[in-house]
């Protein structure tokens, strides 16, 4: 065993849509790795998109929508029951009303804010409180920012403030969790063609503007976030917590 892979460890991953997915490359990854992985999309509608992807890998998949409280429970329940413990947790899920998001922050609606808030950020902290009790061993919880959480990025809108809370309630998560040796970490990755930057406007444009200006002169790919995603999930990541941590060709540090 080598402090570099997942052999023998137990995972949780939220958040799969089809093959473009972050929360996708995440499980296929850590899969291959050595961990046993069980994964979620939102619903039945969803699973024709992803059971092609898990079937073949044996990633045994469920559904969930975090909205409804009962089934992030059951969620839970089933992976611990499956697995005996958990010792990773990828949370990959993000979501706005588009009528807010593609409108101005100072526009948006307290309800759609609300639900912003609550599906991309307290979704995170209220998986942290159902699955801490089974991480015996300690482990890692990981959740995915983006850059408008630190800078104001055109078009980014409502989802700037709503991933400025999820980066706070990491830090806090991290103090939290630490005595029990659960480590807490956001990843930032830069923009890359998923479902749900789809929703955002002009996003052809953004992408383009991080090539231009990203040191490495291109976009990162699916693969290098799902690299450092499970990085911090092995034991060679065991002196790291309370982070975020851009993986994003390196546009984060050049204006």
Known sequence: MSAFDLQGK?????????????????????????????????????????????????IDLQTCNIETPEDLEKLVAYAVAKLGRLDFVIHSIAWAPLADLHGRVVDSSSTGFARAMEVSCHSFATLAQLCAPHMTQGGSMVTMSYLGADQAVPH????????????????????????????????????????????????????????????????????????????????????????????????????
């Open 10 to 58: 137990k995972g949780l991953v939220l958040g799969l849509a089809n093959d473009r997915s972050i929360a996708w490359g995440c499980a296929r990854q850590a899969q291959a790795m050595g961990a046993e992985v069980v994964a979620s999309c939102l619903n039945d509608k969803a699973r024709p998109y992803v059971e092609p992807l898990t079937q073949p890998l044996g």
């Open 156 to 255: 980014y809108g409502l989802m700037g403030p709503v991933k400025a809370a999820l980066e706070s309630l990491v830090r806090y998560m991290a103090q939290e969790l630490g005595p029990q040796g659960v480590r807490v970490h956001a990843v930032s990755p830069g923009p890359i063609l998923t479902r749900a930057a789809s929703g955002i406007e002009a996003f052809d444009a953004l992408m383009q503007s991080n090539v231009a200006k990203a040191p490495l002169g291109r976009l990162v790919t699916l693969d290098e976030i799902a690299n450092l995603s499970t990085f911090l999930c092995t034991d060679a990541a065991s002196g790291m917590t309370g982070q975020t941590i851009y993986v994003d060709a390196g546009s984060h540090a050049v204006n």
